[in-house]
């Protein structure tokens, strides 16, 4: 299957994040997938760099955004998102199941009593199986859970862009000891996701070029199915146990506070002090 949208990769060297637009030729809509507002973890600042890279992509081929998509609650890296629709429009989405990672972290970071739980920070949130068009193109939403409960990849023609389920085969798979993440979970994920086609041309949201290799975020099924280090030849068994003990020697990703706290609310910082100023919480011992 030949695919008619348009593809483009933006890279982000700091938190090794890509950012995606897909565009429909044919009617000049498109959809970014997981964005990134630049954060600086010394100073606290923020900037819009990265983002401003995308819009003025978006501007100069004088295309419509109709979706700001997430695939889960990341743990490196702020989104975007509410940036981008305030500048260029487009709904903000995401997996329904938001709402558990809210759960979750609303009480970790003794999230203020207006905190909603339900999900309302976001303006869609997709079901499992549910499709949606950029433009005239049809996109399919999967669950794929493991990393995170909320995380989804995004099936648009032939090409299947799967967050943080897995990464380029030299890689292997996501970690799973997050709260709410879960290594049987992910291999299910993984294995729905190995379904499709061969052909199929998997996007990765990171690369951390291992060996010193170029950085590199697109795939297939085939290649994966074959070459992946954590899944080729593996048991369900087998992958549960090798991924489960790396996880335990794994440190949290050095921006997870931050990212959590602001992601689970859209990418909305949390509301300001009666001094003005947002601030970000850092709970000890929580994680």
């Not at 401003?52 to 700001?68: A, F, G, L, M, R």
């Amino acid at each position: 299957m030949t695919s008619s949208a348009i593809i483009k990769a933006f890279f982000d060297p700091d938190t090794y994040t890509v950012t995606y637009v897909i565009a429909d030729p044919s009617s000049g809509s498109c959809a970014i997938i997981d964005s990134v507002h630049d954060y600086d973890p010394d100073s606290g600042r923020t900037s819009t760099k990265s983002a401003d890279q995308v819009i003025s992509y978006i501007e100069e081929n004088n295309y419509t955004c109709k979706w700001i998509l997430e695939t889960h609650v990341h743990a490196d890296h702020l989104t975007a998102a509410p940036y981008l629709k305030e500048k260029i429009g487009g709904k903000i989405a995401i997996g329904n199941q938001v709402t558990s990672v809210q759960e979750t972290f609303g009480p970790i970071f003794n999230a203020e009593n207006s905190f909603a739980k339900d999900g309302s920070q976001f303006d869609h949130l997709f079901e499992d199986n549910e499709t949606f068009n950029i433009g005239n193109i049809q996109a399919t939403v999967y669950h794929t859970p493991g990393h995170t409960p909320a995380c989804v990849s995004y099936i648009i023609e032939n090409n299947c862009f799967v967050g943080d389920t897995m990464f380029m085969p030299d890689f292997g798979t996501a970690r799973c000891d997050f709260p709410g993440g879960d290594a049987a979970m992910l291999y299910a994920s993984i294995e729905r996701i190995l379904e499709l086609p061969d052909d199929t041309v998997l996007y990765m949201c990171h690369d951390y070029a291992p060996g010193g290799r170029d950085y590199k975020w697109v795939t297939s099924v085939g290649e994966q199915k074959e070459k992946n280090i954590h899944l080729a030849g593996k048991t369900r068994e087998q992958y549960i146990e090798a991924r489960t003990t790396r996880d335990a020697e794994l440190s949290m990703p050095k921006l997870i506070l931050p990212s959590v706290q602001v992601n689970m609310r859209g990418g909305n910082f949390p509301p300001a002090d009666d001094n003005g100023t947002s601030y970000i919480k850092i709970p000890l011992n929580k994680l």
